[in-house]
C-alpha cells in the first residue's frame, strides 16, 4: 500500500512587527483571584526592550571556543554586553586580557581576583600583575538551536 503524502505545513513570512508574546507565567502558588480581562491584554515580544537595557552602552559579540560551556555559552553564540554594569564576582565579562579578547566569569580563586573558565582544561587567568581591560559585563546569551 503506498504510503500517504506528508502535509508540511510552511513557516510563516518573517516581519518587522513585534511578536506576540503570550502571558504565560509559571506560578509557585495561587494567591488572589485572576483578573478575567487578563485574557484580552494585548502583548508583544520585543526582545531589544527585554534583552538590552542601556543602549548606548550596549554591543554584541559573538563567542568563539569551548572554555564557557559549563555555564551556558556556546561556540557561535551571541552575547549581549553592557558596559555600563559595575562587575562583580561571579558575572561573565568580556575583556581584553594580555592583548586577546576574553569571555570568563570574574571570581575568587585563592582569594585572589581572577577570570575564570568552566572547563578543566583553561586554567584560571589571575588579574593582579596583568594587562586586563573590562569591555563590559555579559547580561544575555542567545543561543540559536538551528544553524
Known amino acids: 500500500?503506498?504510503?500517504?503524502p506528508t502535509t508540511?505545513?510552511?513557516?510563516?513570512?518573517l516581519t518587522s512587527?513585534?511578536?506576540?508574546?503570550?502571558?504565560?507565567?509559571g506560578r509557585a502558588g495561587f494567591s488572589g483571584f485572576p483578573s478575567p480581562a487578563q485574557d484580552y491584554e494585548q502583548r508583544t515580544l520585543d526582545l531589544n526592550v527585554r534583552?538590552?537595557?542601556?543602549?548606548?552602552q550596549t554591543f554584541y559579540l559573538t563567542a568563539r571556543g569551548d572554555s564557557m560551556e559549563g555555564w551556558g555559552i556556546f561556540d557561535g553564540?551571541?552575547?549581549?554586553?553592557?558596559r555600563s554594569v559595575q562587575p562583580r564576582l561571579g558575572h561573565i565579562l568580556v575583556a581584553m586580557f594580555n592583548e586577546e579578547v576574553l569571555i570568563?566569569?570574574?571570581?575568587?580563586h585563592g582569594g585572589t581576583p581572577h577570570l575564570c573558565?568552566?572547563?578543566?582544561?583553561?586554567?584560571?587567568?589571575?588579574?593582579?600583575g596583568t594587562e586586563c581591560q573590562l569591555w563590559g559585563v555579559v547580561r544575555a546569551v542567545v543561543h540559536e538551536y538551528l544553524p
Open 1 to 4: 500500500m503506498p504510503s500517504q
Open 8 to 13: 508540511v505545513a510552511t513557516a510563516q513570512p
Open 17 to 25: 512587527q513585534p511578536l506576540p508574546f503570550p502571558p504565560l507565567h
Open 51 to 56: 534583552l538590552i537595557k542601556n543602549p548606548t
Open 77 to 82: 553564540d551571541l552575547l549581549v554586553v553592557d
Open 104 to 108: 570568563k566569569r570574574y571570581a575568587l
Open 117 to 128: 573558565s568552566s572547563h578543566p582544561h583553561y586554567p584560571p587567568l589571575p588579574l593582579k
